[in-house]
């Protein structure tokens, strides 16, 4: 089945310490999301790839930083977790600006 | 500014109906959409409207008015797995792309 793909479904790291989370997707989207949300929040878009081209959010901090290698896969780098980075932080992809399909979600606990 | 407005609670009981309204205020509206957001679990698309009117989709219909800066979600037939936080999303152009503006969710619970 098609789908997108996040791994690891739970993280735990420390403060400070660096964490990559990453996604995968077999739907062969063009365009791929990266969203942050708390408890009874809504996601929060953090930055999106439309194709190769990087659309950072104005208010994500530099903290968060995003790579995408080829098509189908894109990795989340938050280079120095706070206590305030945690949260679940959802990968979502669309053909172009039609609905988005999200994957199961990275839970992060910052320790 | 970019606002979305949703209630942020609901009840229900299994087998009625149940509307969830969505107000939105929003410069470059291209399309509203709804999701369906288990606990703990990511969401899931239910629907899209771009033009006024209802769209129907088995138990789920979603509405539009775009003079009015509103929508609905129309769940009929309820069951317990209905229960779930239900989230309005206004796509607007930005730039040269589009993104998507989120409601805080309705947390519906769906009573035997």
Redesign the interface.
Known sequence: DAMVIQNPRYQVTQFGKPVTLSCSQTLNHNVMYWYQQKSSQAPKLLFHYYDKDFNNEADTPDNFQSRRPNTSFCFLDIRSPGLGDAAMYLCATSRGVSEQFFGPGTRLTVL | GQNIDQPTEMTATEGAIVQINCTYQTSGF?GL?WYQQHA??????LS?NVLDGLEEKGRFSSFLSRSKGYSYLLLKELQMKDSASY?CAA?INAGN????I????TSLAVNP
Do not use: D, H, M, S
Not at chain 2, 40 to 45: I, N, Q, Y
Not at chain 2, 97 to 100: A, D, P, V
């Open positions: 291209n959409f703990g679990e990511a969401p899931t698309f899209y989230l796509r792309n589009r993104k998507l989120w409601g805080l969710g």
